[in-house]
């Protein structure tokens, strides 16, 4: 708090930086009597928020990833009272990752008052995203994230039956069967099994690489996890590698490690 003793060791022009120190405007040709009663002003005010806040945000969260909130954060507030906590950057990127402009507890769908305030405040505290507000403008942004959900849905779908051929191939010891013609796996009926590996190991590279374009995150995550269940399947480490393509365990290996994905 400033004394009646600052009024004599503080000049004018340092009162007014204080003034804009603390974002009071108006300040211009004002005398110091006014602008020390407005700065203590101020600072109570501030003080009174402060504890107000901490009181208010004790026990929010946010209702996306669950992880403490506190302000500055978007808050909304629906007819029934019920008040919802996000953090600019989770609400935001929920919005931009699915077009979807429905609140993600609620499912109210947004005004284009509660998007212009969340755009302003997300602008107002330095998050830069693009608009919420020109999302749901946009008829055809919905309509083509779904699209690529729609696309994404299925390749991970399909990626898992291949992934989990590829573990039956290692865990019968699918290389030593003989071979005996025609064959059917999974009321899918194959020339030799030969042609069986051949055909599960092409068509994980060309899915893999098609969910790539759409979905790194998920890509990453499907080929690690079948690197690692390959690395693991040491019972037949000790064959090795045939000119034949692809005869055994090292063969399988050497396929999927050649498939370069972009981190």
Request: glycine fraction near 2%; hydrophobic fraction near 30%; include cysteine.
């Amino acid at each position: 708090m400033l004394t009646r003793r600052d009024l004599k060791e503080i000049d004018i022009k340092q009162f007014r930086k204080l003034c804009k120190m603390n974002g009071i405007k108006g300040y211009s040709g004002k005398k110091k009597e006014w602008m020390l009663n407005i700065l203590n002003s101020h600072r109570a005010s501030r003080k009174i928020q402060h504890r107000w806040r901490e009181k208010f945000y004790r026990d929010a969260v946010d209702s996306i990833d669950f992880d403490d909130v506190y302000h500055p954060c978007f808050i909304y507030k629906p007819v029934d009272g019920k008040r919802y906590f996000y953090k600019f950057d989770t609400i935001i990127s929920y919005i931009i990752k699915t077009g979807d402009v429905r609140d993600p507890c609620t499912r109210i769908t947004y005004t284009d008052e509660e998007l212009t305030r969340l755009d302003e405040m997300a602008k107002r505290y330095g998050y830069k995203y693009r608009s919420t507000l020109k999302i749901k403008k946009n008829r055809n942004y919905s309509r083509r994230i779904q699209e690529r959900q729609n696309i994404v849905s299925t390749l991970e779908c399909r990626l898992s039956e291949i992934t989990q051929n590829i573990e039956y191939i290692l865990e019968n010891n699918i290389f030593e069967w003989e071979d005996s013609g025609h064959f059917t796996i999974h009321n899918t009926t194959y020339t030799n099994f030969r042609m069986y590996i051949a055909e599960n190991l092409t068509e994980y590279r060309i899915r893999i690489r098609s969910l790539q374009r759409y979905d790194n995150q998920s890509a990453t995550r499907i080929h690690r996890s079948i690197q690692e269940k390959i690395n693991q399947s040491t019972q037949y480490s000790h064959w090795t590698s045939s000119p034949t393509f692809p005869t055994n365990w090292l063969s399988v290996k050497r396929v999927i490690d050649q498939v370069q994905l972009v981190e």
